[in-house]
T-cell receptor, first 112, second 110 residues
Framework: DAGVTQSPTHLIKTRGQQVTLRCSPKSGHDTVSWYQQALGQGPQFIFQYYEEEERQRGNFPDRFSGHQFPNYSSELNVNALLLGDSALYLC???????????FGQGTRLTVV | AQRVTQPEKLLSVFKGAPVELKCNYSYSGSPELFWYVQYSRQRLQLLLRHISRESIKGFTADLNKGETSFHLKKPFAQEEDSAMYYCALVYSGNTGKLIFGQGTTLQVKP
């Protein structure tokens, strides 16, 4: 089991562009959460997907959106990128109802 | 609002010394508390959770509801314990939304 996998590992985008990050959950997991980790900070919850629906959302603007597919994989989309969106984006998976989560290696997004 | 505070950005100790990584939280209900660890070039991984009341790699943590704390302790630090440690909580009635502290870097010197 490869665990939680994320792609790409690194990405550089220009202000105003749009980006899509991808996540495959650990085998047997059906719930995917996304976190943003700015430099020197702890991860901050963006949103959670289960049964292809957004179930919970953190304090992030509508520029951040997501999707979950029938195979439980997920995408995070960010529109109109700002310099402040530069961060490590972490995907975490779990089974519904579980509180502990397994994390991926993250995608390092740099906005220039 | 729920918040997790880790007051130390960096904790540096010598090998064999005791370690205590502090974590305080603000939440009026009954949260579930976790410690996550990130070793160099590795992913964030669960170290322990308070409901398990277990010792992992020699680390223990006790939930003190009166002081709203969940400090991580180890009696004798090892060099391989050097890593970034994050305290996190999930509040009651919720699943999956982890609220993290800012993290503490533990540096164990030989």
């Amino acid at each position: 089991d490869a665990g939680v996998t994320q792609s790409p590992t690194h990405l550089i985008k220009t202000r105003g562009q749009q980006v899509t990050l991808r996540c495959s959950p650990k085998s047997g997991h059906d719930t995917v959460s996304w976190y943003q980790q700015a430099l020197g900070q702890g991860p901050q919850f963006i949103f959670q997907y289960y049964e292809e629906e957004e179930r919970q959302r953190g304090n992030f603007p509508d520029r951040f959106s997501g999707h979950q597919f029938p195979n439980y994989s997920s995408e995070l989309n960010v529109n109109a990128l700002l310099l402040g969106d530069s961060a490590l984006y972490l995907c975490a998976s779990s089974t519904q109802g579980a509180r502990a989560a397994f994390f991926g290696q993250g995608t390092r997004l740099t906005v220039v | 609002a729920q918040r997790v505070t880790q007051p130390e950005k960096l904790l540096s100790v010598f090998k064999g010394a005791p370690v205590e990584l502090k974590c305080n939280y603000s939440y009026s209900g009954s949260p579930e508390l976790f410690w996550y660890v990130q070793y160099s070039r590795q992913r964030l991984q669960l170290l322990l959770r308070h409901i398990s009341r277990e010792s992992i790699k020699g680390f223990t943590a006790d939930l003190n509801k009166g002081e709203t704390s969940f400090h991580l302790k180890k009696p004798f630090a090892q060099e391989e314990d050097s890593a970034m440690y994050y305290c996190a909580l999930v509040y009651s009635g919720n699943t999956g939304k982890l609220i993290f502290g800012q993290g503490t870097t533990l540096q164990v010197k030989p």
